[in-house]
Nanobody
Framework: QKDLVESGGGSVESGGSLTLSCSAS????????MGWFREPPGKEREPVAA???????SYVDSVKGRFSISQDNAKKTLFLQMNKLKPEDTAIYYC??????????????WGPGTQVTVSS
């Protein structure tokens, strides 16, 4: 079972960049997916990007070309590089993992979240 903690959130002006990190403890040698979700103000939590257990990467259309998800070789740290940020990117960003092939719709383990605020 993994324990996830996000970091790297903060405030940035439109067009700026931030890089989020998700540190996973309690790592075991099993197949895990990992991903990023976000919860904009007044909206439900939504997917952002994910890495399947086999390494396949997916993004939602709204962040393609701007965000990049990656992880270290040991799958203990997940990153989300966010460029050309827009006010609509403002949200609490959550890291998620699961002992499953896909985290595209969520998972069993979540971090506490980190706030990203983009001003116009």
């Amino acid at each position: 079972q993994k324990d996830l903690v996000e970091s790297g959130g903060g405030s940035v002006e439109s067009g700026g960049s931030l890089t989020l990190s998700c540190s996973a403890s309690g790592y075991t040698d099993t197949d895990y997916c990992m991903g990023w979700f976000r919860e904009p103000p007044g909206k439900e939590r939504e997917p952002v990007a994910a890495i399947d257990s086999d390494g396949t990467i997916s993004y939602v259309d709204s962040v393609k070309g701007r965000f990049s998800i990656s992880q270290d070789n040991a799958k203990k740290t997940l990153f989300l590089q966010m460029n050309k940020l827009k006010p609509e990117d403002t949200a609490i960003y959550y890291c998620v993992t699961d002992e499953a092939a896909y985290c595209r719709e969520g998972g069993t383990q979540w971090g506490p979240g980190t706030q990203v605020t983009v001003s116009s």
